[in-house]
């Protein structure tokens, strides 16, 4: 009998879904900024250490009490809570979990906006729009605006459409395109002048930079929001993996994917700075730093494809479809958090729910879009540094301090029989209760010294 909440139809279907929420705006943009601003190999070294000691077994909560549940965030942590003082600290991890992701998204479809607007200009360009070319890539309200708009529509008609209509439809269609993509882009780039000097800066390991004690806040900070721990995508996505499936076994393949993912985005957008600094682009900022934030992929790279003539325009379209389908593939993923809640707790209608609270949010990213400078870099602080770490430190205690031990190697046993005896089981739990919640707290309190 086919499950009334929906069940992803394949193994394949949950990778790309799960992969599809892990990789995003994260890897592409974050992942190599940030080595590239913090020693390069050693950072991607620090980053490979965190994802799979203490990221991956997080991860593997998640998932673990989603599947078990089977049931959105807040009712599943209730559901495994063993008192009245658990339950309620159920209730508040779950329903911080759904206001930090909500309020991530409407961060990240502002950013998203942009990179759809990015994506129409070459086309407005072959068209002779020159006005209308020149509006999208220029930073205004109005065009802000428009865009969190129609992304937040694409995200809700997605989400509407349900688990595997929606969610797995899309994710195994663009999935496989982004890959492609991002391996074409590669091989272009490679060839061009420039490239092997920004591989140099990329592969090339920087130990000295290991000692900073900022490099392991910012690959903790970077591997959980990579892997869209702590505010329940993937505790959401674990309730509609089938009970046959081998949780151990595809929680390690969503990891390795983004990870994979973003190792290889380094190796486009770096040696991409590099061509541009070869073609007279400015790539330093003031300070001598790297340029990082939104500056890089607004400007640098744009300034980089202008450079390159005929061709491109048809890199820059392809480098923007890119994004937005890494976006988009991540932004269903957050709104599908709180619409599960909606549904399944207030018996509404999944297109209903999906209308109202993707409308809230787009209303949300309108406030940040006309108050950009006074709010944007506080909204992406309060919800990635501060709030997502600490909601994964709880996720931790909760499977590793609350819920019943015998419960969750049942769980895993469904469909890996020989779970018990295996590897996975020998370190997890212990990693889980100890490890995983010290290591976090401790990376999380150096932000504050
Ligand atoms: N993992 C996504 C990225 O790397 C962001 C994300 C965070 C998605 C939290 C869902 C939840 O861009």
């Given at each position: 009998m086919a499950s009334p909440r929906g069940e992803f139809s394949s193994r394949f279907g949950f990778l790309m879904a799960a992969a599809g929420s892990a990789v995003g705006l994260g890897n592409i943009w974050g992942f190599p900024t940030n080595a590239a601003e913090n020693g390069g190999a050693a950072f991607l070294f620090a980053y490979l250490l965190l994802a799979f000691a203490l990221a991956y077994p997080a991860l593997m909560a998640e998932l673990i009490i989603g599947r078990h549940a089977r049931a959105n965030g807040v009712t599943a942590l209730q559901l495994i809570a063993t008192g009245a003082k658990s339950r309620a600290f159920g209730t508040m991890v779950g329903v911080l979990g759904i206001i930090t992701v909500s309020f991530i998204l409407s961060f990240y479809a502002i950013v998203s906006g942009w990179m759809l607007a990015f994506l129409i200009q070459p086309f407005a360009v072959w068209l002779g729009l020159d006005g209308f070319a020149n509006w999208l890539v220029s930073d205004g309200v109005t065009r802000n605006a428009l865009f969190v708009v129609v992304f937040m529509l694409l995200?809700?008609?997605?989400?509407?459409?349900?688990?595997?209509?929606?969610?797995?439809?899309w994710a195994t269609r663009l999935m496989p395109s982004l890959v492609l993509i991002l391996l074409?882009?590669?091989?272009?780039?490679?060839?061009?002048?420039?490239?092997?000097?920004?591989?140099r800066a990329y592969l090339v390991?920087?130990?000295?930079?290991?000692?900073q004690p900022n490099l392991l806040v910012s690959a903790m900070g970077q591997a959980f929001f990579s892997l869209s721990l702590g505010v329940g995508t993937m505790l959401v996505y674990g309730s509609y993996i089938s009970k046959s499936e081998n949780l151990p076994l595809i929680g390690s393949l969503v990891a390795l994917l983004d990870v994979g993912i973003a190792v290889l985005a380094g190796l486009l957008i770096l040696p991409a700075m590099y061509v541009a600094l070869a073609s007279g682009v400015e790539i330093y900022s003031d300070s001598g730093?790297?340029?990082?934030?939104?500056?890089l992929i607004i400007s640098v790279l744009p300034a980089l494809f202008d450079s390159m003539g005929i061709i491109g325009g048809v890199v820059a379209a392809a480098f923007f479809a890119l994004m937005v389908i890494a976006s988009l593939t991540s932004s269903i993923s957050m709104l599908e958090v709180p619409v599960s809640f909606v549904v399944e707790k207030k018996a509404v209608r999944r297109p209903a729910a999906a209308v109202f609270i993707g409308g809230v949010i787009a209303i949300i990213s309108l406030v940040i879009v006309a108050n950009f400078d006074v709010l944007f870099d506080s909204v992406v602080t309060l919800t990635t540094e501060m709030s997502q770490p600490l909601l994964g430190l709880?996720?931790?205690i909760f499977a590793g301090w609350i819920w019943n031990r015998s419960t969750i190697l049942d769980e895993i046993r469904q469909g890996s029989p020989e779970a018990g005896s295996g590897f996975f089981w020998r370190i997890w739990p212990f990693y889980i209760r100890f490890i995983c919640p010290i290591a976090i707290l401790l990376v999380y309190l150096q932000q504050f010294t």
């Open positions: 995200t809700i008609l997605i989400i509407s459409a349900g688990v595997k209509e929606g969610i797995e439809k074409c882009l590669i091989f272009y780039v490679m060839t061009l002048p420039g490239a092997t000097e920004g591989l390991p920087n130990f000295a930079a290991l000692a730093a790297l340029i990082a934030g939104p500056g709880f996720f931790c």
